[in-house]
């Protein structure tokens, strides 16, 4: 049994189990554990990181009870005073009988119809189904009639976009408002819980509550500033229940985002979006002139801020105009000195780069020159001497010598002196007396 109440503690909902233990939940964070018996309840509460005791009893509607902080027994001097709303069973198929009741109550006057009846009581759905198609023409113009077959659409499950198409059709052919509350089942489903809060506002306590935690739920999360969760919380739970009435949960999001350096960025793009779908909403032209400024001021962005000054414009808000015209002047400073720095660093770039260049131009240069001496050290040297042409170095005649000098490197001077034996005159080393073709690589 589900019981909801409304007093000086908020609204309370309060379930009780067959076996007399009951959990309730109050306010924001409240939450009531004890066990239930002959209209009275005795337990602990605990509530925004507090505890205490707490019993009441329920009489003629009323509940009546005390207070106490702390678990230790004691004086219980404060009040809890309050109505009982509703009491609800839990299990949702005895609430449909119990709302069907009239109906089902009413003697039949056609056999098809008792017929649904009797197996709707049954919770046989998929035969309500079967035999309101086979006979629709006939059915569909009792409206009580259709209320079963829609409510048999819902609980057979898997049927929830047909169900919603007939109730629409029922709606306009009965001109009712009477399956408001399985909208709202439709809607919850969908998680368009700002449609499902207006849906079970007049149609549902308990379900309008259990809506509204949803929501709850969330501003909690802000208010103990968990931005992440809120985040995580908006994209599984409240993306799609954005409307007129609950912009406010939108706002949270993008300021949630906003809050942490990483989606900073993210944030802005939403309010963009936000702001484009809902213009006429001031909060969110406003926020998307914050974050805009905020990136646009942190990133050097002139073009940013502009869009923030369009946006403070838009919504003629004085002082945040002015602010952000002198940001505008701040950056356009920082962006100048920060050009300023950036040539600099160009200069410093290039006046390095020239020096590189020059250096590796002359380690080139060096590199030739070797290159050059070293060839040179490989080259005969041929001098003329009495109708001879031969290498000074090596000493071979100019049609015998090789490529190279092989061994210019040894120090040989070569000069035509007479054979030691013939007497011919042939290239020897004036320094170590070889002739040319005994000279070695040494001259000693
Ligand atoms: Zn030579
Ligand atoms: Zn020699």
Redesign the pocket.
Known sequence: MIYTFKGNFGTLLLTVDTDGKARGTYQKNGVLEGDWSENSFSGEWTNQGMEGLVRFTVSDGKLEGNWKKGKDVGAMKGRWKGDLLSKEDDSETTKVVEETTSVANTPAEHPLKAKIEELYDAEDYASVITLFSENETELSENEDIVHKYLFSMWFHGDLEEETFEKIRGFEDKFETNRWLKLKGFYYSRKKWYDSALEAFKDTSERHYLLTKKKFDDYYTLHEEEKYSEVVKYFESELRSSISSKTFKVAEIYCQALYMDSDTERKALEKIRTFRERYPEHQPFTKLNGRFANYIGGKDLNLELIEEGLACFKEIKDERNIAKTKELIGETKSKIKAQTQDEKAAARERAAAEKKAAREAEAARKRADKKAVAAAKLL????KNSRGLR???????EQQW??ET????GAGHN?VLLKERYSGELTPTCNKCGQEYNWAGDTCE
Not at 379 to 382: A, D, I, M, N
Not at 390 to 396: N, S, V
Not at 405 to 408: D, L
């Open positions: 080259q005969h040297r041929f031969f290498c000074q170095f090596c000493g071979r010598a090789t000098c092989e061994i210019r070569f």
